[in-house]
């Protein structure tokens, strides 16, 4: 497959002249809309009919709410190896607290595509948060954690799942060894059946990164008590913050180089998000708040705007300003040209594979170029 990008003057017709290629191919890889207007800038998948050597084998694991719809499910599912479902969460007594919709058509669909379904465990407090009381009430209590440990390996069970993703966020300082030992104790417990654990961990770039989401995270010792890690390298550019790239290549690439020297590639998979920000400007620290677009979204912006896509080469990710309703807003996104250089990073550091926060809209292109470039791993 082929990226191109869209130039003045530009339409799908001329450019599947061009290409010798059909324009419902460009249609569909694109999932672009009728009348199929373009951007200026705008990156397009094409179909050029060479062939792909997909020499790198790659795990590849989404992350999903059970209010997903199920064609979007149907469509993502051939793509994946695991499926996160999100999430369970837990009380101070170790009690089991499952999502409030039923999640069992997403175990059923994963499990029919062969896909791995993934309990996500996370310690959300009555308002919705992570709460690092209930973390540090599970870590420091035996009793606690045994009761958790029991229950979970109950409903792997009875619901089908086959592993556990462990999400915890906001980890106390002082509970970093403990943290790290529950990690390691729930993969001892589940390892004799036949069950998977994972860790997801806050992008650091040192031992000694300050900050509540990193301290508690110390990834030799999770790296060593998970089966595999997830680096949630994304959220650079998030709801509160200034506006920038989700996931800028330079500093995903930082923390990539910090995770190889505390824990073996061959258990890091990639974090890769699948949204972007629309900002309006100026920014105020404290008052401003972006709102999540889709990709899809931020490209019709654009196109309904009729600004072109800018693309920034240090942080290798498309954006673009726009006006509406007298006020000026910053859009940032991913595309194929920013999935392609995180994909990669697969090769050049040997990792296990990617995870996606999260699949809840679908993105053809890049599930596309994934399929082009990997061999995506079946368990």
Request: aromatic share 14%.
């Amino acid at each position: 497959m082929e990226i191109y990008v869209v130039k003045e003057g530009d339409t799908v017709d001329t450019i599947a002249d061009n290409y010798g290629i059909s324009a419902a191919s460009i249609i569909f890889n694109n999932q672009l809309v009728y009348p199929y207007a373009l951007a200026i800038g705008q990156a397009l998948l094409l179909s050029v009919g060479r062939t792909s050597s997909r020499s790198y084998s790659a795990y590849v694991n989404g992350y999903a709410y059970p209010f997903i719809s199920q064609d979007v499910l149907d469509e993502t599912l051939p793509y994946l190896t695991s499926l996160s479902v999100f999430s369970y969460g837990f009380t101070t007594e170790g009690e089991l607290v499952p999502p409030e919709i039923d999640d069992t058509f997403m175990i059923r669909s994963a499990l029919t595509e062969g896909v791995r379904p993934v309990l996500t465990l996370t310690p959300f407090g009555p308002d919705g948060n992570f709460n690092n009381f209930l973390i540090s009430t599970l870590v420091n209590s035996e009793e606690v954690k045994s009761n958790l440990l029991s229950n979970l390996l109950s409903i792997l069970s009875e619901k089908g799942f086959q592993g556990v993703d462990i999400d915890f966020e906001y980890i106390l300082p002082e509970d970093r060894i403990p943290f790290a030992d529950f990690v390691a104790d729930t993969r001892d417990y589940l390892a004799p059946y036949g069950y998977h654990v994972s860790v997801a961990l806050a992008p650091k770039t040192s031992d000694t990164q300050n900050g509540l989401l990193y301290a508690g995270k110390d990834y030799r010792l999770l790296g060593e008590a998970a089966d595999s890690v997830l680096l949630m390298t994304y959220e650079w550019g998030y709801t509160y913050g200034p506006p920038m790239a989700v996931a800028p290549i330079n500093k995903v690439r930082e923390v990539v180089d910090y995770a190889v020297t505390r824990i073996d590639p061959s258990k890091i998979d990639l974090g890769i998000p699948n949204y972007g920000y629309d900002w309006t400007l100026p920014y105020v620290r404290g008052t401003s708040k972006a709102q999540t677009i889709s990709n899809l979204e931020a490209v019709q912006i654009a196109i309904d705007a009729g600004v072109a896509i800018q693309f920034d080469e240090t942080a290798m990710s498309p954006h673009f300003q726009y006006e509406k309703n007298g006020l000026l807003h910053e859009v940032w996104f991913e595309d194929v040209r920013s999935y392609r250089e995180k994909f990669s990073l697969l090769p050049i550091y040997s990792l296990r594979g990617m995870g996606y926060w999260q699949i809840m809209r679908f993105f053809r292109p890049n599930w596309l170029l994934l399929e082009d470039t990997f061999q995506i791993r079946k368990v």
